[in-house]
């Protein structure tokens, strides 16, 4: 049984960062492509970035050059770094484990407001 658990959410202001993190448990963590997706109120749920089992980064273009996803394989925990937070990003963010069947976390609140 794969499960999700994502930390780090919380209120920020406009410029702000923050660090979500998204540890995994019961299956090979190393071995599958992680991701970020997030959902606004009233909107759909939107991919972010993802990072391939071998480290590759891909974003949104809403993202890029603002977030960094990274991983550590010896944690089995995947990273979201955002910097320069817009009004924009206020969202819950969900992990999701890529595989012959996706996982999803439980998601976590980000909101940026002043």
């Known amino acids: 049984q794969v499960q999700l658990v994502e930390s780090g959410g919380g209120l920020v202001q406009p410029g702000g960062s923050l660090r979500l993190s998204c540890a995994a448990s019961?299956?090979?963590?190393?071995?599958?492509?992680m991701g970020w997706y997030r959902q606004a109120p009233g909107k759909e749920r939107e991919w972010v970035a993802t990072?391939?089992?071998?480290?590759?980064?891909a974003y949104a273009s809403s993202v890029k050059g603002r977030f960094t996803i990274s991983r550590d394989n010896t944690k089995n925990t995947v990273y979201l770094q955002m910097n320069s937070l817009k009004p924009e990003d206020t969202a819950v963010y969900y992990c999701?484990?890529?595989?012959?069947?996706?996982?999803w976390g439980q998601g976590t609140q980000v909101t940026v407001s002043s």
């Open positions: 999701i484990m890529f595989g012959s069947r996706n996982y």
């Open positions: 019961g299956s090979i963590f190393s071995m599958n492509s």
């Open positions: 990072i391939t089992s071998g480290g590759t980064p």
